[in-house]
């Protein structure tokens, strides 16, 4: 079993809508968990990232993990087409260097 | 904000010739990594690096490829000989702790590597 499963889309939103993203993980033992965002031929940023269950909100974006379904999500409030891009979910490991990477989910912000 | 380069941009090369993958990491970070990410395809994890040596490497990191911090700010990556599988994009990244332990990495822009 790959250590996170995130679905790939493509997903194509309004602008205004909101967004959710969502990967599963398969390591109960993991604590972090991380968003990347990925524009076209950049290197991923980090953009959000939570520490065990619950909610973590910044302006727009919110983090939420289940530790009991070993799932994470990141909601988008009132997307903007500069949200466009690809966003990847990540968990570092509890020991050693290797963090995990979601495929990525492509996300387009129609205006 | 501090960040980390990659050079170059993109690089061709012909199969079976080395190529030298070139990053300079955030100036403080103490971990620095190589990660890839074949077209359409997760990034992947291929070495870390600490203290001037290998810390993890995964399978992908095999005998065709080395790392190397060969002064104060450089980190590179070597591949020997180069096949059409290498193509894909190489990103080095860094973090200022052990990667896990409440410490993202920060990643560069990317080399874009293309075998012929």
């Known amino acids: 079993q790959k250590e996170v499963e995130q679905d790939p889309g493509p997903l194509s939103v309004p602008e205004g809508a909101i967004v959710s993203l969502n990967c599963t993980y398969s390591?109960?033992?993991?604590?972090?968990f991380m968003w990347y965002r990925q524009y076209s031929r950049k290197g991923p940023e980090l953009l959000m990232y939570t520490y065990s269950s619950g909610n973590k909100e910044d302006g727009r974006f919110t983090a939420q993990v289940d530790k009991s379904s070993k799932y994470i999500s990141l909601f988008i409030r009132d997307s903007q087409p500069s949200d466009s891009a690809t966003y990847l979910c990540?968990?570092?490991?509890?020991?050693?260097?290797?963090?995990?990477f979601g495929t990525g989910t492509s996300l387009t912000v129609i205006p | 904000e501090p960040e980390v380069t990659q050079t170059p941009s993109h690089q061709v090369t012909q199969m079976g010739q080395e190529v030298i993958l070139r990053c300079v990491p955030i100036?403080?970070?103490?971990?620095f990594y190589w990660y890839r990410q074949i077209l359409g395809q997760k990034v992947e994890f291929l070495v870390s690096?600490?203290?001037?040596?290998?810390?993890?490497k995964s399978e992908i990191f095999d005998d065709q490829f080395s790392v190397e911090r060969p002064d104060g700010s450089n980190f590179t990556l070597k591949i020997r000989s180069t096949k059409l599988e290498d193509s894909a994009m190489y990103f080095c990244?860094?973090?200022?702790?052990?990667?896990?332990?409440?410490?993202?990495?920060?990643f560069g822009n990317g080399t874009r590597l293309t075998v012929t």
């Open positions: 990540a968990v570092p490991p509890n020991t050693g260097n290797q963090f995990y």
């Open positions: 690096f600490y203290n001037n040596e290998i810390s993890e």
């Open positions: 390591n109960s033992a993991f604590q972090y």
């Open positions: 990244a860094s973090s200022s702790f052990q990667g896990g332990l409440n410490s993202p990495l920060h």
């Open positions: 100036s403080n970070h103490l971990y």
